[in-house]
């Protein structure tokens, strides 16, 4: 095979088994992790410095800046955080992500091997699945750096190629072209880590003296700068069509890196003399890997500060790039919470999914209250605004259902996760059925109307108290949940036989006002369907407390107890 060619060959495949490796890596970790997740994704909203640490916890665990933006961006769209919560999430980050190259800048050459072999043996022997996800990790990151020898391997004929080092000699003393190499390798990669990682291999080789780099911290500087600039794509493209908010997260990762690329760019030179002044002494080749590893920490810890401090200008910055516009009106069935682009990050997704359930909860509280207008005012109004929830709610139904079986799909939840998923899929079932009962509920009042029955004034006044009452016990059962307070529950089952007592009690006053000719008897079917929907909807808030009691808890899944 042609020397070119398998210098190809060997870098993408060497780079496939990098990315593969830290994409392994980041989903064990995230399963590790596991509950701690939720503890980090509280740390959030907390305040600005918070934020920093917690988008660098995030980042470390995620092993990606361009997963934790998106997951921010994910939260500002679905209107659980704000802009100027997420932009310090952002920088945080761009600190969590230099945790990668730091790893890499380690020779540990002569023990990849007993990584790959250790992680397997533990991953292959445990049945605990803590500890497989811990083996699984170690074996990833043995894969990573297997990698990353590979690629050093392949490229080690290009230091002699007298060619390829006039090129390089070109990017190493022309810092913008410098850049631009590093933002295109980035664009096609859609990893900075991992073009990071190239060059950190790339200028580990020796030069025709066999001491120097071929490349040399002041030619890696400016390709690390325009990695971190190609970065921001990732960014942008998943704020598209997201909310302004969400576009402005994303532009402001855009001005964080641009505008550090920017600074950087007049001092290359000092910048490079700062980096080796604190990092190891020795040859070149042999400690350069350490030092692109210390300039793209003190590049990002350096800008994080500056934008730390200027955060209201850079709101103002961003705000001006992507201004306001006109408020469009939102479409009850769709999404407001569910965004695939975090699917691979469970303790975020499942975060937006609770919400989700929540705001179908809140549907059909709106629904019973209009089905017990409708009981004192057969307005036609109120009956197209059930119908106009109905379909949201089924609709929003489907849209949940599809969004869960891809989490479940992907392969990222842990035992513990999948388990109070299901529970979390068994309450919106619950909940779209109370839904379709008051739906059903609203026609039979309805169709009474529209045929011109008309029930006594007690036969109204007993169906609107059972209504009432069937909207406390579903406000309750829902509130036990959303907060993981269950001390309501046993009124509600207490509730529950006093509307089944009652059922019985209006069949036989019914019966009794049509003997007396206070009713007539062909009020008796459109009555029946009325109290069987009653029934029904008593027993679905029955399901809903049950399902408290048996922990399902929101709390879980949001991290913090919200009506």
């Known amino acids: 095979m042609n020397e070119t060619v398998q210098i190809i060959f060997g870098l993408c495949g060497g780079l496939a088994i990098f990315i593969f490796g830290m994409n392994m890596m980041s989903d064990c970790l995230q399963k590790a992790a596991g509950e701690k997740m939720k503890g980090i994704l509280a740390l959030l909203t907390k305040n600005r410095i918070l934020g920093v640490i917690a988008g660098a916890l995030v980042t470390a665990v995620l092993q990606s800046s361009s997963a ?21 999430i952002i920088l945080g980050a761009n600190i969590g992500t230099t945790m990668t190259a730091q790893i890499i800048a380690f020779k540990i050459t002569n023990y990849i091997y007993v990584f790959v072999f250790a992680g397997f043996i533990i991953a292959f022997i445990t049945k605990n699945e803590k500890i497989r996800n811990i083996g699984q990790t170690i074996f990833a990151f043995g894969l990573l750096f297997l990698g990353i020898e590979t690629m050093g391997d392949v490229m080690k004929p290009l230091a002699s190629s007298p060619v390829f080092t006039q090129l390089i000699g070109q990017v190493a003393n022309v810092p913008i072209l410098g850049v631009a190499v590093g933002t295109l390798m980035t664009l096609v990669v859609q990893s900075s880590s991992a073009t990071i990682a190239v060059l950190q291999n790339f200028a580990s080789q020796a030069g025709p003296d066999g001491v120097t780099s071929i490349l040399g911290l002041t030619g890696a500087i400016p390709i690390l700068l325009g990695d971190n600039i190609g970065t921001t794509i990732t960014a942008l493209l998943a704020s598209i069509g997201q909310s302004r908010d969400a576009k402005r997260t994303a532009v402001a990762h855009t001005v964080f890196n641009v505008s550090g690329a920017v600074i950087f760019i007049w001092f290359v030179k000092p910048f490079a003399k700062l980096i080796q002044y604190i990092s190891p002494k020795g040859a070149e080749v ?44 939102v479409d009850l069935s769709t999404p407001v919470y569910l965004d695939k682009n975090v699917i691979h990050q ?16 809140d549907m059909v509280k ?12 057969n307005n036609a109004n109120i009956m197209k605004n059930v119908e106009k929830y109905k379909k949201a709610l089924n609709d929003m139904d489907g849209e949940i259902n ?16 999948a388990s109070q998923t299901a529970r979390l899929l068994c309450v919106l079932s619950d909940v779209t059925r109370m839904g379709n009962l008051s739906a059903d509920m609203a026609d039979a009042v309805w169709d009474k109307a529209e045929k ?32 993981g307070d269950f001390e309501t529950l046993a009124d509600i089952l207490r509730n529950n036989e006093e509307i089944l007592n009652l059922d019985v009690d209006l069949r036989q006053s ?4 049509v003997q007396a000719g206070l009713c007539k008897k062909e009020m008796t079917a459109p009555f029946t369907q009325i109290l069987n929907c009653i029934d029904r909807m008593g027993n679905g808030c029955v399901n809903l407390a049950e399902g408290a009691l048996n922990q399902m808890n929101f709390c879980y899944f949001i991290g913090e107890a919200e009506e």
């Open 346 to 361: 469970p303790a975020a997704a499942l975060r937006l999914v609770a919400k989700e359930v929540l705001r179908c909860s």
């Open 402 to 417: 599809d969004y869960i079986a891809e989490l479940f799909s992907s392969g990222t939840l842990t035992e513990q996760q």
């Open 510 to 513: 019914h019966m009794q006002r």
């Open 452 to 483: 011109k029955y008309v029930f006594s004034e007690a036969a109204d006044q007993d169906i609107g108290d059972c209504l009432k009452k069937i909207s406390g016990m579903y406000e309750d059962s829902m509130a036990a949940m959303a907060r």
């Open 366 to 377: 709106t629904m019973l209250v209009d089905v017990t207008g409708m009981v004192r005012d």
């Open 286 to 329: 042999d400690v350069i890997s350490r030092q692109i590893a210390n300039a793209h920490t003190v590049f990002n810890i350096t800008m994080t500060i500056i934008w730390v401090c200027l955060l209201g200008l850079l709101i103002r910055i961003v705000m001006k790039i992507v201004p306001d516009g006109k408020a469009g009106e």
């Open 68 to 88: 934790t933006t998106v997951m921010a961006i994910g939260f500002v769209s679905a209107g659980l955080m704000t802009l100027p919560q997420a932009i310090p």
